[in-house]
């Protein structure tokens, strides 16, 4: 099965930028790529680094005391998610953060993978709530409305519940033993540890002054990397405002959901080649150079900071315990104890 997904992700990310790429005139690729203004683009590569910092902030914010990792870990973890996702399809780089945040502060990783769920979720909130925002001053089509309609009532819902689980922990935990005393007595411990970590992980959703503060740095967040493409756009001399460059940074974030190669090549492509040329009357040549340099600013800084920061740490990630957990994964026996 996940040898067809990822063969479909190919096979749509071909087509996207087949789709993009068609009738384009490399002449004018090649002159708008000449033209542009690579101080701006240097500067928006170095923004997008501030806001992973931002990022950074806000998980520290979400995972709380105690065992709270210090900011370099938690932005070296985020620069190795986004590593994994460009190299390896179905977006494995957020449990990979999980298991290197928990093996670095010692947080259980079931506690790390309920914050990056909360996170998603907050990242989806925010969003929607900024297109609606941009929705008085921008005519979108159907084809827009429709979908963030639908997101925002299903996101809504999702966390209306992760609200209700978080603010009632200690029924949810009398709740979770119900089935859990199916499990061997050996493991049905350990089980309940878990459960009551992943529920440690979403406390912050039960305190509404914490809540607030997530919202506003999550909106901080996207307003950055708004900039970010937004300075992109000058680059190539297409002054179209920051609402355009907040709707580009909106509608590939959601490109994200259709399944795609690593890196999400050609989805990516196609999304802000087809809006900047069917919305916003940007010339195809301008569109296409625009969108392969922005793609490259997004893709980079992640595969230099990565390797760097696994180098750093190597100690925490190259010890048994992450190890095990792989080989766990992976369904290996783990090596036998030498002396």
């Known amino acids: 099965m996940r040898k067809l997904q990822f063969l479909a992700g190919l096979a749509i990310s071909a087509l996207a930028l087949y789709a993009a790429l068609r009738d384009v005139r490399w002449r004018d690729v090649a002159d708008a790529l000449e033209e542009a203004d690579y101080a701006l683009v240097l500067a928006a590569a170095a923004l997008l680094v501030l806001t992973v910092v931002l990022r950074a902030l806000r998980w520290r914010l979400i995972i709380g005391p105690p065992g709270r990792p210090s900011l370099w ?6 620069n190795v998610a986004y590593f994994i996702n460009n190299l390896l399809p179905f977006q494995l780089g957020d449990i990979g953060r999980a298991y290197l945040i928990g093996e670095l502060s010692g947080i259980s990783v079931t506690r790390s993978l309920s914050t990056v769920v909360v996170e998603r979720v ?3 909130l925010t969003l929607l709530l900024l297109l609606l925002a941009l929705a008085p001053f921008m005519d979108l089509p159907g084809w827009v409305r429709a979908p963030a309609i639908s997101l925002a009532a299903v996101f809504a819902v999702l966390a209306a519940g992760l609200i209700a689980v978080s603010s009632r922990r200690e029924l949810v935990l009398r709740l979770a033993r119900v089935p859990l005393r199916l499990a061997p007595p050996p493991s049905r411990r350990k089980l309940e540890e878990m459960v009551g970590s992943g529920l440690d992980g979403l ?16 909106v901080l967040v996207w307003l950055a990397a708004g900039v970010v493409v937004s300075l992109g756009l000058e680059a190539f001399d297409l002054d179209k405002g920051y609402d355009v460059a907040l709707f580009l940074l909106i509608a590939t974030t959601f490109g994200f959901f259709v399944p795609s190669s690593p890196g999400s090549v050609g989805v990516y492509h196609a999304i802000v080649i087809g809006a900047l040329t069917s919305l ?4 195809k040549g301008a ?3 625009f969108a392969f340099v922005m793609h490259f600013i997004f893709y980079l800084p992640p595969m230099v900071v990565a390797p760097f920061f696994l180098w750093r740490e190597r100690a925490a990630w190259t010890g048994s ?6 080989r766990e994964l992976r369904g290996m026996p783990a090596p036998e104890a030498h002396p």
């Open 73 to 78: 870990h938690l932005f070296g973890c985020l």
């Open 122 to 124: 907050v990242d989806v």
């Open 203 to 218: 406390r912050v959703l039960a305190d509404a002054r914490l809540a607030m503060r997530l919202l506003a740095v999550s």
């Open 280 to 283: 916003f009357g940007v010339e």
């Open 287 to 289: 569109a296409v150079g």
């Open 321 to 326: 315990g992450l190890q095990s957990k792989l």
